[in-house]
């Protein structure tokens, strides 16, 4: 269903999978059949409301956190950081 472009396995308590559609999926080390089922439920829903997953934590057993992406709309923009105009007193 999807493509995968990369597997970190750096971590000791997490998996973390890169997808060809650029979500960001954070997977446990254990249940790791319980997790994919919730991946799949959670990209149906994504599908349902027009969204694509952007990030989401599986890793945690009593949510899915997860950051949606508007399909068609590309990767986000990062805002930019905010300029403060520091006015000097004379």
């Given at each position: 269903?999807?493509?995968?472009?990369?597997?970190?396995?750096?971590?000791?308590?997490?998996?973390?999978?890169?997808?060809?559609?650029?979500?960001?999926?954070?997977?446990?080390?254990?249940r790791l059949d319980d997790q994919l089922r919730r991946w799949r439920l959670v990209n149906d829903y994504g599908k349902k409301i027009g969204q694509a997953i952007r990030t989401l934590?599986?890793?945690?057993?009593?949510?899915?956190?997860?950051?949606?992406?508007?399909?068609?709309?590309?990767?986000?923009?990062?805002?930019?950081?905010?300029?403060?105009?520091?006015?000097?007193?004379?």
């Amino acid at each position: 269903m999807v493509d995968l472009t990369s597997v970190d396995v750096s971590g000791t308590e997490v998996l973390q999978v890169t997808t060809g559609q650029g979500s960001r999926i954070t997977f446990g080390l254990d249940r790791l059949d319980d997790q994919l089922r919730r991946w799949r439920l959670v990209n149906d829903y994504g599908k349902k409301i027009g969204q694509a997953i952007r990030t989401l934590d599986l890793s945690i057993t009593n949510n899915d956190p997860v950051v949606w992406l508007e399909v068609g709309a590309g990767s986000p923009v990062a805002p930019k950081p905010l300029k403060l105009n520091k006015k000097k007193h004379v």
